[in-house]
DNA sequence: GTGGTCTAGACCACC
DNA sequence: GTGGTCTAGACCACA
């Protein structure tokens, strides 16, 4: 698996996993994959996903059963939708519009750049 | 001057030089201040100048005439105009469109935030 | 561990990490020493050190695993070669020549030397 | 006028003045510019220009009459050729020599490109 | 453990 | 005065 250079790569399996509970690949009460097996299927060293697990279980979006394993919990795709959400409204667009400005790119050219990519 | 935590000093100091080529507060052939000055304008150490400046050196915004001091190259707004708009396009949009995509972000409610901040 | 007066250190290390590579001490995907084993080697300042890997890196000789060190990267051999070939005949050739000929060196007198040399 | 970027500024001009007497465009006693009106020619500050007559006085080839200005030395062609040759026999072939190795670039490579030049 | 950034202060060659 | 390099030592996030 491939990373990017500019974010930790803990944050980056966060969000990937984020994506397979909004995606419905994983829901409610199931059982993710335990640490070892998540650290060899991202290539990566167990205790990075350790921190991402930690990371997601601050945010209420799994939780832990002593001995057992995680588990998506109750709440988790509503609880991902609602930060991320605000973290785009709020941290992202600001950032976006300013560059936008910036660099003379206007939201006709967005609009033309995002029909391409949903095509 | 305040700085933002999660990115380095240096590349923030080389992102508002840009700024003002880009807003022509700088122009070609202007002599750009000494890494001393720069610091205590900045307040930060001349060494992390001298890192930004080698930085948008080997970007061939400035240029350095030894004993004399930096300048702001020929194309300097033209090549930061490219290298921005490039970043944006490959970069940053492809994230943009997906986080939009799986937030369920219409171009509508992104228009409506765009003219909010505008005005 | 002695180092030449007139270049600075960092890339006078670059330089013998790059012989390594061409004489194949080195190989792709080696892990190379971390910056604080290097500059114990090498007596010098980890900063140092960093420096040339940084230097290395851009030129895409080295790349970085985060958190876990250093590499050769896969064309690494190929990219000094290339590059070390290209400034010889377009930076030293033309310099070494018109010395030659304005010091009157003939090329048997060129030859002679390396004959004695090569020995 | 253009300067190399590895090089003193000082020493670059001292090559293109001793480059100037083996061509005989200067000879024994001819007077040379002063420190100012080089200094206007190579588009240098004249403390550029003295540094570099300091040298080529300190290497007698060049010499000051107080008050009048420069003068070629008597010896000036035949010093410059012995001190030339001497530093290319001895410091720069070994290095070329090492190059050429390391790059395998052989004598026949070498020629190829002297004739090409030479034409 | 790794790299990465930053500071403070020094010294140098060069213009 | 200018940039450039180097050191020593600190602190941080990340794996």
Redesign the pocket.
């Known amino acids: 698996m491939e ?1 990017n250079e500019h ?5 980056q399996i966060a969000d990937r996993l984020s994506e397979k509970i909004l995606n419905e690949e994983w829901v409610s009460e199931d059982r993710i994959p335990s640490v070892r097996e998540m650290g060899v299927e991202m290539g ?2 167990p ?2 996903i350790m ?1 991402t697990y930690d990371y997601l279980q601050t945010l209420e979006i799994i939780y832990n059963k002593r001995g057992i394993g995680y588990f998506v919990s109750q709440n988790a795709k509503n609880v991902i939708f609602k930060i991320q959400r605000e973290c785009f409204f709020n941290e992202d667009l600001p950032i976006i519009f300013k560059k936008m400005k910036l660099l003379s790119i206007t939201e006709e050219e967005f609009h033309k750049h995002f029909c391409n990519i949903s095509e």
């Open positions: 990373f974010k930790a790569i803990y944050l990566v060293n205790n990075t921190r």
